[in-house]
């Protein structure tokens, strides 16, 4: 079981790396908020995005660039 979740982990960071320099749409989930400073959605491929000093509504879908990984593995992205 250790294993399973430990390559499921491997997988999933790979293919966070794999985005960095992609282009997606995002749906917005949680606006901006005073203590992340960042709004959060979740992208076409199911790819949780934050997104710092933005200032999006909920519920609106977004054009990003994919900028780069936090060090805890967030995909970083900023708005087109």
């Given amino acids: 079981c250790r294993r399973l979740r430990r390559l499921g982990e491997e997988k999933r ?32 491929n199911y790819v949780l995005v934050a ?6 509504e909920v519920n609106t879908l977004v054009t990003v660039r994919v900028t780069g990984l936090a060090a805890d593995g967030t995909v970083i992205g900023s708005i087109l």
């Fill in 13 to 44: 960071a790979a293919f966070h790396r794999a985005q960095v320099g992609q282009t997606l749409r995002v749906l917005i989930e949680t606006a901006a908020e005073e203590k992340s400073g960042h709004a959060q959605g979740l992208s076409d």
């Fill in 51 to 56: 997104l710092p000093d933005a200032l999006v």
